[in-house]
């Protein structure tokens, strides 16, 4: 039926082919790196025992019930079937990643033909960031990928067809219990509205807008009821609103960074990367560093570059409007000023107002898709850094428009130099493919993410009676999930709480040895266990 809409035929089908059997085995691979490396998100752990939950089994979960349920609920119908395992989050995570990829190729053939397109998935999907979050239970990656099916349904609805104005409610809805900073897409929608609709109210297609949204408002509000009575607060509602007040994040967050320009320091990183590190955090190490930027990541810098200069050169031999240009650089400096006050609003409302005046520049209406995609990166990119803790897998939903520029960019290149359509193409997909499936060599070898799971095992088989017990850690999350059952958090530094809550079994990523009453009876690779010793 899309197909239909996008008027595509039997060849595109032989490309969507040829990506879905591309993006699974470019999967199965990362999950199985996952499998071996273990799980260094500490996240998965959360997401993991709520699906627990959502199965029927609750390890003290309620207070985190508050996170976008969809995956965990997923992750959960693999766990009744009998893989209660964490491969089951990897599968869930991963299928929805390739169903990422089919979106993405269409949402490009708006654009680009067949070719280009399909080069410009394998050059999405082989970015080092999302290849080293593919298909290890993180959430960002499936988020993007109902994102682009959200983004591509909307563009239907406004220019072909307003009945699938339905399916992008219901597939925002679907993102948006994925991941609920994918609401950032709405502004991005509605500037597309705009540009198409040229601000008259299109009453015909209001019958096709009225229930879905009025539906997914009342589904909204019964969601968030569920979980203030399951948790007592509204937490995703609560900080997200902070967020968009100006609020910032604790300085006890492991991830905690003043850099507003972290995501633009490392993006050449993001795109090509030779090495990768886990950083070192107080209890845990995590958070892959990309270092080194490869050949290919500096390639597409001067894609980039070229092709945009390529684009402006041609932009200005045409007509523009220099008064909206004016009023285009005035609300940037604005935005930019908003930005440095961490002012996540009014920086938000700014570059909205500034990509209006943008496509005012134009007189045609063949940029529209470029400047929405546009607006979808710039403003992810401003949200996430203004945010004082830095994470590099937030700039994930930045990917797919890095990856339609650089596309872009050949496409404007072929344009001016003369050769066979398919030589570059080809060429990449080659490079590509090859350098993704060698990415791993680069990542730092550790055993620290496996300890947990080969510590919960040890237990789970040697110690019996832990069922029996009170447990504590001072990392709770990955034994809430391994041992099934309540862990008290207690730190290293209020070791005396261990004899308040009677604790039998402790769990440290450091070694204690001073710790009274207790002996270490296990240690796998930093992760000690102590026993306390018998009255």
Known sequence: MILKELNLGKRDKQYLGLII??????????????????????????YLVNALFYAGKNVNANKDMWLTPLTCILTSFLFDVGLKNQVS???????????????LYLLFRLKFNKVLSFLGVVIYSTFSLNLIWLANGSLDIPAVSLTIWTVLFGIIAIDKNPKYYLWTIVMFLL???VRYTVVLILPVLLLYFIYRKKYEAPWNELKYLVIPVVSIGIMSAVVMAIIFIKTGELTMLTT?????????????????????????????????????????VEFFKGNPQLNN???????????????????????IKGKFSKKYLVGTIVCGIITFIFFMKLETSLTIFFTFITMIFARKIFRSSKYDLSLMLLSWLLINLLFFSIINFKVNRYFIPCLPTVAYFIVYGIYKIQEKVKINKFIIPIVLTVILLFSAFTFTLGVEETDVFKAPQEMGDYIVQELPDYKDKNVASNTIRPYKWYLEQRIFAIKNSDLDRLEEFNITYYISNNKLDNLE???????????????KNPS
């Open 175 to 177: 993102a948006f219990l």
């Open 89 to 103: 989050i990897f599968i869930v995570t991963g299928i929805l990643a390739i169903i990422g990829n089919v979106g």
């Open 293 to 315: 930027p490869t050949i290919i990541s500096i390639a597409y810098g001067i894609i980039l570059i070229v092709g945009g200069l390529i684009a402006l050169k041609d932009n």
């Open 21 to 46: 059997a591309i993006s699974s085995i470019l999967t199965l691979y990362y999950l199985i790196f996952s499998m071996n490396i273990g799980i260094f998100c500490s996240d998965v752990y959360v």
């Open 240 to 280: 997200g609103l902070g967020f968009l007040g100006g609020e910032q994040g604790s300085k006890a967050n492991p991830a905690y960074n003043l850099n507003v320009f972290y995501y633009i320091a490392n993006f050449f990183n993001f795109l090509g990367s030779s090495n990768v590190t886990f950083f070192d």
């Open 517 to 531: 009453n207790y002996s270490e009876i296990k240690n796998i690779d930093g992760v000690y266990l102590y026993k």
